[in-house]
C-alpha cells in the first residue's frame, strides 16, 4: 500500500499518551539513592541544586514488606521528591512474561506505593524472572510466539485491572536469538492491540539486541510501533569483545554503567523524528558519575526532544 508522509506539531504541554503517562515532554533522569540529597536538604526540601523536570526510580526500592504494611522508610523521600516534580515508577520485579502468573503479594505491594505517590506513569518490562522456585537477578526475554503473547498479555491485563491503569511496557535486551513466532516490533504491536497498554520505547536496547542478534538497528525501531509509545528510555552499554576473536563483532551489554553511545543518540533522533517529541528518560545505575554529569547528558537528551518539536513525521497509509 502506498504511504504518504505528513509533517505534524502537536502541542508540547500535552502529555504524549494520555491515560498511560502525564510526564511531561522533557530529559528526566533515573534517581538513584547517591543522588537523593542533590534533590533534598535534611530537612526534606528542595535543594539548590538544578532540578530534573522529573525523574524514575525504580519501584522495589520504594515498596513496604508485604501489602497493608507500613511503608518503606525511603517511601517518605519519594513523597517529599513527588511534592517537586513529577515521579515515575519503574518496576523490574513483577515478571509479566512468567507462565505461572504474577506474584499476588508483589502486585499489591506494587498498588500500594502506586496509591501512596499517584506517579505521573508506571512501567515493567516485557520479560520474566520468576519461575516456582524462586527469583532470577536478571530480566530474560519472552519467547516471540503466539503462547508467551498470551502469557504476557494475560498478565498484564491483570495488572492493569489491579492497578486500575495502564502500564508503560518496554521492550528488552536479548543475547541470543530464541524461537518466535513474529519479530519484536509485531509481537509489541499485538500486545498493545490485546491490552490496551503503552509501550516504554529503550533504544539502548534495540542497539544491544540488534548487533547482539546481527540485525540492523534502524530497520528494527522503524518497524515498532510509534503510536503507542509513551516514553523513551535510553542509557549506556559495554562492549565486550571476543578474547578468540577480537577484530570479530562484540557482545553489547545491557549494564547502564557508561554514557550513552553515538548509535543510541542516533537511535534517539530516530524515534523522535517518528513519535514527535516524548519524555526520555536517562538510565544509570552502575558507574555513578556525579550529579553534574548526569544532568548534563539529560540535556543532551532534551535538546533532542526540543528538535523534534517541530520535525516529526507520521507516516500513515494513503486513501
Known amino acids: 500500500m502506498p504511504v504518504q508522509l505528513r ?32 534533590l533534598l536538604d535534611t530537612d526534606g526540601m528542595a535543594s539548590n541544586s538544578a532540578m530534573p523536570p522529573w525523574v524514575e526510580v525504580h519501584a522495589e526500592n520504594y515498596m513496604s514488606a508485604r501489602p497493608g504494611a507500613a511503608p518503606h522508610p525511603r517511601a517518605r523521600h519519594l513523597e517529599q521528591i513527588r511534592a517537586l516534580m513529577p515521579v515515575s515508577l519503574h518496576g523490574v520485579g513483577l515478571s509479566l512474561g512468567s507462565a505461572g502468573g504474577i506474584d499476588h503479594d508483589h502486585l499489591r505491594r506494587l498498588a500500594d506505593l502506586v496509591d501512596r505517590i ?25 519467547p516471540m510466539t503466539m503462547a508467551g503473547l498470551a502469557v504476557l498479555a494475560c498478565n498484564i491485563s491483570r495488572a492493569q485491572d489491579v492497578l486500575k491503569r495502564p502500564l508503560l511496557i518496554e521492550n528488552p535486551s536479548s543475547y541470543m536469538p530464541l524461537a518466535h513466532d513474529m519479530d519484536e516490533p509485531a509481537f509489541l504491536a499485538e500486545l498493545v492491540r490485546r491490552t490496551g497498554c503503552g509501550l516504554l520505547l529503550d533504544v539502548n536496547n534495540i542497539q544491544v539486541s540488534a548487533v547482539n542478534l546481527g540485525a540492523d538497528a534502524a530497520a528494527w525501531l522503524d518497524a515498532m510501533p510509534f503510536t503507542a509509545v509513551g516514553e523513551i528510555h535510553i542509557a549506556g552499554h559495554a562492549v565486550d569483545a571476543d578474547p578468540a576473536d577480537p577484530s570479530g563483532p562484540p557482545l553489547l551489554i545491557d549494564d547502564h554503567g557508561h554514557p ?11 524515534a523522535l523524528g517518528r513519535t514527535g517529541p516524548v519524555p526520555v528518560l ?9 550529579f553534574e554529569v548526569l544532568m548534563a547528558e539529560a540535556a543532551r537528551a532534551g535538546r533532542a526532544i526540543d528538535a523534534a518539536c517541530g520535525t516529526h513525521q507520521i507516516i500513515e497509509a494513503a486513501s
Do not use: F, Q, Y
Not at 502541542?11 to 540529597?37: C, E, Q, V, Y
Open 7 to 38: 509533517s505534524a506539531h502537536p502541542r508540547r504541554d500535552m502529555p504524549s499518551r494520555p491515560g498511560a503517562t502525564t510526564l511531561p515532554r522533557k530529559a528526566g533522569i533515573g534517581l538513584r539513592t547517591p543522588h537523593l540529597h542533590r
Open 118 to 142: 499517584e506517579p505521573a506513569a508506571v512501567s515493567e518490562h516485557a520479560s520474566w524472572c520468576r519461575t516456582a522456585e524462586g527469583w532470577v537477578d536478571d530480566l530474560l526475554p519472552v
Open 260 to 270: 550513552v553511545s553515538d548509535p543510541v543518540w542516533d537511535l534517539l533522533d530516530r
Open 282 to 290: 536517562l538510565e544509570r545505575d552502575t558507574n555513578l558519575p556525579e
